[in-house]
């Protein structure tokens, strides 16, 4: 991954895991694992565990302790209310930046 997108994504991974959260609930390898599949193979799980701490201590998430038949309970989150108001101001402001670098990158035509 090239310096320049690891930069873009310090300021999006956030809005990302919540999209991911709210399509259905999962932990942090699930959500590891969805990243990858879209294409941002380069993301450490330490990253994503990081966030989704920071993202409960915000109060974007619900946390559920669900057994694991291997080891420790493994928690599952869920985006709550908050969580959804926060995703959709983030969509918001993606719209609104998405559409003025659109309109820089046609004016350089």
């Known amino acids: 991954m ?4 690891t930069e873009m994504l310090k300021g999006t991974l ?4 919540l999209a991911i959260l709210s399509v259905q609930p999962a932990y942090g390898y699930e959500i590891t694992a969805r990243l990858r599949e879209q294409g941002f193979s380069d993301i450490a799980e330490g990253t ?4 989704l701490v920071r993202n409960e201590q915000k109060g974007f998430v619900a946390v ?3 057994p ?6 493994r ?7 908050q969580g959804h108001e926060y995703l959709e101001e983030f969509w918001r402001t993606w719209s ?8 820089l990158r046609e004016r350089k035509a």
């Open 2 to 5: 090239s310096k320049q997108m």
């Open 14 to 17: 956030e809005g990302i895991v």
């Open 48 to 51: 994503v565990y990081a966030l």
């Open 64 to 66: 559920e302790k669900v």
């Open 68 to 73: 694991s038949e291997k080891g420790p309970p």
């Open 75 to 81: 928690k599952v989150y869920s985006l709550n209310a």
């Open 96 to 103: 609104f930046l998405a559409e003025r670098l659109e309109q």
